[in-house]
């Protein structure tokens, strides 16, 4: 039976653009999640806050060309007008691109750092 998951190795690159891509963006306190281990939805989770509802779109959209120009694709976003939280989907990699006050009333982190390794 043959495996249609991304490889791990290919899962790494995804998120490394990802992050690269909102470091340039001059995304605030970036943290990548491995995640892979607790679900089966994705491999990593990255999570970035933004200063203004334009930023945060800027984030987005940046990450979302990075993926494309690196070959891959993005297979769903969320909340991309919206003002606390928007979601891109690169399929191994979800990007949560959030608000100072979303994140930190939903704190991703503490629902996903459960023998979660994190990089920043």
Request: glycine residues 4%; contains cysteine; charged residues 20%.
């Amino acid at each position: 039976m043959q495996e249609t998951k991304e490889t791990p190795k290919q899962a790494d690159h995804i998120s490394a653009v990802i992050t690269q891509a909102l470091d340039d963006a001059k995304a605030l306190n970036i943290v990548s999640l491995k995640v892979g281990h607790l679900t089966a939805v994705t491999d990593y989770m990255i999570i970035c806050t933004g200063s203004s509802n334009r930023h945060m779109r800027h984030l987005a959209e940046t990450a979302m060309q990075e993926l494309a120009a690196n070959g891959y694709e993005v297979l769903s976003t969320e909340g991309l007008s919206s003002d606390e939280w928007m979601i891109v989907d690169a399929g191994d990699a979800v990007l949560h691109v959030m608000s100072a006050e979303a994140r930190e009333f939903y704190h991703l982190e503490g629902l996903w750092d459960i023998n979660a390794s994190t990089e920043e």
